[in-house]
Structure formats: structure tokens, C-alpha cells
């Protein structure tokens, strides 16, 4: 079966960087899009970035744009987020998914915790 595991959370400051990592199994990840979505404490998962499957086209939501770079290694099954300039507002639970139909998906990671403090 699918399986996406997400890793890299945890507490930072802002303005500093983290990079969260989703590793896929069960499925030919170099033939699917892959997707990053957040759900902030008490307000609905959101869209933040979109990567097709080879990795040349890329979209991001207006507020991440220029600070979070999404990338992919298919040879490595791995999906990347890399987030630069944190601001307090990015703190939520990070998923990756696949399967991707608009804003929904067939398949979510369990999701890490990203804690940013002023």
C-alpha cells in the first residue's frame, strides 16, 4: 500500500529555515505529482506547494511564494520542502500527499509539526 512519511518539524525561531522530508513507498513515485498541504490549530489544511513528477513545474500558495521551494528526488522515493524566512503563521501540522484532484488527494502522510516562535 501507499505510504508517505513526512520528518523534519519541530520547534524553530523565526526567520530561521527548516527543510521537512516525505519518503513514498508503495506506489511509482516517479510517475506522480506530489503536494504539500498545512492545517494551522483550528483552521482547515490548506494548499502550499505542488510538484509535478519530474519536477519541472512547480506552484505554491501566495503565502509561501519566494520563501518555501519545493524539490523531489526520485531516485530517493523523497519529496522536499524546503522552508526559508519563517514567520509565526507557518506553524501547523505539514502533509505531504499524492493522488493529487484539486485540493484533495487519494493519499496524506501523518503529518509533522512545524512550531514557530517570535
Known amino acids: 500500500q501507499v505510504q508517505l512519511v513526512e520528518s523534519g518539524g519541530g520547534l524553530v525561531q523565526a526567520g530561521t529555515s527548516v527543510r521537512l522530508s516525505c519518503q513514498a513507498s508503495g506506489l511509482t513515485f516517479s510517475s506522480y505529482a506530489m503536494a504539500w498541504f498545512r492545517q494551522a490549530p483550528g483552521k482547515d489544511r490548506t494548499f502550499v506547494a505542488f510538484i509535478n513528477w519530474s519536477g519541472d513545474n512547480t506552484n505554491y500558495a501566495d503565502s509561501v511564494k519566494g520563501r518555501f521551494t519545493i524539490s523531489r528526488k526520485n531516485a530517493e522515493n523523497t519529496v522536499y520542502l524546503q522552508m526559508n524566512r519563517l514567520k509565526p503563521d507557518d506553524t501547523a501540522v505539514y502533509y505531504c500527499?499524492?493522488?493529487?484532484?484539486?485540493?484533495?488527494?487519494?493519499?496524506w502522510g501523518q503529518g509533522t509539526q512545524l512550531t514557530v516562535s517570535s
Open positions: 500527499a499524492t493522488g493529487l484532484s484539486g485540493t484533495s488527494a487519494d493519499y
